[in-house]
C-alpha cells in the first residue's frame, strides 16, 4: 500500500529555515503530483505547496518568495523548503500523494510533521 513518511519538522525561531521531506512507497513516485498541506489549531487544512510529474509548481500566496517544493524522482522524495517563518507559519504539516487536476488534494496522506515557529 501507499506510505509517505515525513521529517525534518520541529521548533524554530522566527525568521528561521527547516526542511521537510516526504518519503513515499507503494505508488509510481515519477508519473504522481505531490502537495504538502497544513492544519493549524482551530484551522482547515490548507494546502501549501504542490509539483506535478513534470516539475511545474503551485503555492499558497502566503507563502510564495519563502517556501520552495522540488522533488527527487530518483528518490521518490518531496521536500519543502521553508525559510524566512513566522508564528503563523506553526501547524502540522502533511505530505499528499496523487495532487489531481486542478491542484486538488490526492488520497493519500502521511502522518505529519509538526512545525512551530515562536517570535
Known amino acids: 500500500q501507499v506510505q509517505l513518511v515525513e521529517s525534518g519538522g520541529g521548533l524554530v525561531q522566527a525568521g528561521g529555515s527547516l526542511r521537510l521531506s516526504c518519503v513515499a512507497s507503494g505508488m509510481p513516485f515519477s508519473i504522481n503530483a505531490m502537495g504538502w498541506y497544513r492544519q493549524a489549531p482551530g484551522k482547515q487544512r490548507e494546502l501549501v505547496a504542490a509539483?506535478?510529474?513534470?516539475?511545474?509548481?503551485n503555492y499558497a500566496d502566503s507563502v510564495k518568495g519563502r517556501f520552495t517544493i522540488s522533488r527527487d524522482n530518483a528518490k521518490s522524495t518531496v521536500y519543502l523548503q521553508m525559510n524566512s517563518l513566522n508564528p503563523e507559519d506553526t501547524a502540522v504539516y502533511y505530505c499528499n500523494a496523487g495532487v489531481r487536476s486542478g491542484w486538488l488534494e490526492g488520497s493519500y496522506w502521511g502522518q505529519g510533521t509538526q512545525v512551530t515557529v515562536s517570535s
Open positions: 509539483i506535478s510529474w513534470t516539475s511545474s509548481t
